[in-house]
C-alpha cells in the first residue's frame, strides 16, 4: 500500500534555531500534503495544506513565518520550524492525499517529535 | 465548516468483550467520508475504517462495524471481542468529498483494554 515517509522521527535542538522536516509520499504522487501539530493526549491540529507548486495555506491562528511549508514536488513536502522556542516542542505528523476519499484514505508519515531546549 | 465531537475522553473495556465509541459530527455537506483512525501508542495513525455518507450500508471490517446515522450525524465505532492491541487513542474523522482530501479530527477517545 501507499507509503508516507516523515524524518526525522524525533529532534532536539537549541532555542533559536531552525528544524526541517520532510514529509514524502514513496509511492504515490502527493498532490496534498496536509502538516498536523499534535499536543500530549490531544487530537490532530491542522496547520497547513500544502499543494505542489503553489504556496501552503495556513490555518488561523498559525504563524506562516515561524512554519514555513515547501511542497516543491508531488512526492516531497518540508516544514521548517524557523527560530524555535520551547513552546514548539510538540509532535508534528504529515499526511498526503492525491485521491478522492473515494479511492484512496490519506496516508500518514509516523511523525517528528520535536524537543526545542 | 464541519466539527467532529467525541463525547467520551476514556474508555475502557476487558479483553473478548465490546466496547462502542460514540462520534458526532455536523455539516451541510451531503456528499462526504466518515473514518476512524487508531494511535496507538507509538503514535502512528492506522486507519479503522471508513464509510461513505452515501452508502447506507454500515461499514465492517473484521471486529470492528461502526453505526451509521446519516439523518442524526451519528458514527459510532463497535469493537467486538477487545484485544490488549485495540488500546489506543481513536479519532473519528470527517472529510468532504472532492475537497482536497481535508481531514477534521474529533477530540480523540482513549480507549483502555483490560486484562
Known amino acids: 500500500g501507499a507509503v508516507v515517509s516523515q524524518h526525522p522521527s524525533r529532534v532536539i535542538c537549541k532555542s533559536g534555531t531552525s528544524v526541517k522536516i520532510e514529509c514524502r509520499s514513496l509511492?504515490?504522487?502527493?498532490?496534498?500534503m496536509f502538516w498536523y501539530r499534535q499536543f500530549p493526549k490531544k487530537s490532530l491540529m491542522l496547520m497547513a495544506t500544502s499543494n505542489e507548486g503553489s504556496k501552503a495555506t495556513y490555518e488561523q491562528g498559525v504563524e506562516k513565518d515561524k512554519f514555513l511549508i515547501n511542497h516543491a514536488s508531488l512526492t516531497l513536502s518540508t516544514l521548517t520550524v524557523t527560530s524555535a522556542h520551547p513552546e514548539d516542542s510538540s509532535f508534528y505528523i504529515c499526511s498526503a492525499g492525491g485521491l478522492t476519499g473515494r479511492d484512496s484514505p490519506l496516508h500518514f508519515g509516523n511523525g517528528t517529535r520535536l524537543t526545542v531546549t | 465548516a464541519q466539527t467532529v465531537t467525541q463525547s467520551q475522553p476514556e474508555m475502557s473495556v476487558q479483553e473478548a468483550e465490546t466496547v462502542t465509541l460514540s462520534c458526532t459530527y455536523d455539516t451541510s455537506e451531503n456528499n462526504y467520508y466518515l473514518f476512524w483512525y487508531k494511535q496507538p501508542p507509538s503514535r502512528q495513525m492506522i486507519l479503522v475504517i471508513r464509510?461513505?455518507?452515501?452508502?447506507?450500508q454500515n461499514a465492517t471490517e473484521n471486529r470492528f462495524s461502526v453505526n451509521f446515522q446519516k439523518a442524526a450525524k451519528s458514527f459510532s465505532l463497535k469493537i467486538s471481542d477487545s484485544q490488549l492491541g485495540d488500546t489506543a487513542m481513536y479519532f473519528c474523522?470527517?472529510?468532504?468529498?472532492?475537497?482536497?482530501?481535508?481531514?477534521?479530527f474529533g477530540g480523540g477517545t482513549r480507549l483502555m483494554v483490560k486484562p
Open positions: 509511492d504515490f504522487q502527493a498532490t496534498t
Open positions: 474523522a470527517f472529510m468532504v468529498n472532492n475537497a482536497g482530501n481535508m481531514l477534521t
Open positions: 464509510q461513505e455518507a452515501y452508502k447506507q
